[in-house]
């Protein structure tokens, strides 16, 4: 069996070929960095318009790398939320309209449950139930994973997401779209603890996130000692440092509330290595394992839309032929497999 996946929710064109003997047999990534980088974010419009223009080459493209032909593939999976509305509807009518006409069924597939169950695409993979920490540009989520469709949100951000306060914060010091990466990069460069930024909602129990008062207190730095030099890696190194304690202050919470053994790191602030060491350690003091996907599995990719889609359809789940595309879409909602 192969499932073709297509993953379309935001500014990466991505597609794969999922083989469940082989794993993924091919994968392919169009970012459209350098077309939102001047705008310091992404444009919606021109999203969905790049996606018109690159997904179905990049289909054929993987398919062939694949070392298959059309007629192989058994199914199809995309994302049918959560993300932009717009850019969901490029891969959405694309993959229903060939299912379509290839004779094959298609699933829609929520972009977060990809995120949650990318590390098993791994050889090293987690065991039914796991702690996940689900952080990207959209969502910063504690959730409790029981199984394939059965998971409980136990925490998430009431304001800005990780991936965007390291986006903003990244702006704020020069660097270029998207600035997570880039602003790992400068706290490397960067003189631990001459700057201590709050750690915020650590201090009261619970296992939500806010992340907006971190970003102002990089704003309120920054402007007081503009021109100092090495202030801006010094501020980066401030702010990663903030954000990966404040996560692992409440994974170490979750872990102990949940009594769980097993950690997972999804989604593409999942990438920042300082984070990865950080919980790593948490989990060996705790007596807990972590697990995360290669970073090119953390960011956007088809590999894990065709994964769940296979998931999904291989337990018989039927879908109209009418095609889906939400830009919410609570994970709590989604029905059990197996
Ligand atoms: O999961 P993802 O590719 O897309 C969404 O579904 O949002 O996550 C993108 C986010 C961006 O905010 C990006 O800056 C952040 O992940 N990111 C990182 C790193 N790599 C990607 N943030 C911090 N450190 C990284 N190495
Ligand atoms: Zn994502």
Request: with cysteine; hydrophobic share 45%.
């Amino acid at each position: 069996m192969l499932v073709l996946g297509i993953e379309t929710s935001c500014d990466e064109t991505a597609v794969a070929v999922y083989a469940p003997d082989h794993g993924v047999v091919a994968h392919t990534v169009f970012s459209q960095i350098d077309l939102h980088a001047k705008y310091g974010g992404v444009v919606p419009e021109l999203a969905s318009r790049d996606h018109v223009r690159r997904l179905l080459p990049l289909v054929r493209a993987t398919i062939a790398s694949a070392g298959s032909v059309p007629g192989d593939i058994d199914g199809i999976a995309y994302t049918a939320g959560p993300g932009l509305v717009g850019a969901l509807l490029v891969g959405a009518a694309l993959a229903r309209s060939v299912a379509w006409s290839w004779g094959i069924p298609a699933i829609g597939v929520h972009h977060l449950e990809a995120h949650l169950l990318a590390p098993m695409l791994e050889a090293r993979r987690p065991e039914f139930p796991f702690l996940a920490l689900l952080v990207s540009g959209g969502h910063t989520m504690l959730v409790e994973v029981r199984a394939v469709g059965q998971y409980r949100v136990l925490g998430e951000t009431l304001d800005d997401a990780v991936g965007e306060a390291f986006d903003k914060t990244a702006k704020l010091l020069g660097l270029p779209y998207p600035g997570g990466p880039a602003l790992e990069r400068l706290a490397r460069q960067g003189t631990s603890g001459r700057f201590e930024f709050p750690r915020p909602m650590t201090g009261r129990p619970g296992l939500d996130f806010s992340f907006s008062g971190l970003k102002t207190h990089a704003v309120t730095t920054f402007h007081k000692y503009r021109g100092f030099p090495g202030i801006d890696a010094d501020i980066a190194n401030a702010f990663q440092r903030a954000v990966v304690e404040t996560l692992a202050i409440k994974c170490g919470r979750a872990l102990s509330q949940t009594g769980f053994s097993s950690l997972v790191i999804a989604g593409g602030v999942g990438a920042n290595e300082a984070l990865r060491e950080r919980l790593r350690e948490l989990c060996a003091k705790q007596g807990a394992t972590v697990y995360y996907p290669r970073p090119e599995y953390c960011t956007d990719n088809g590999a894990m839309i065709a994964y769940t889609g296979w998931l999904r359809l291989k337990a018989g789940q039927q879908e109209s032929m009418a095609f889906r595309a939400v830009d919410r879409w609570p994970l709590e909602d989604l029905p059990v497999v197996g």
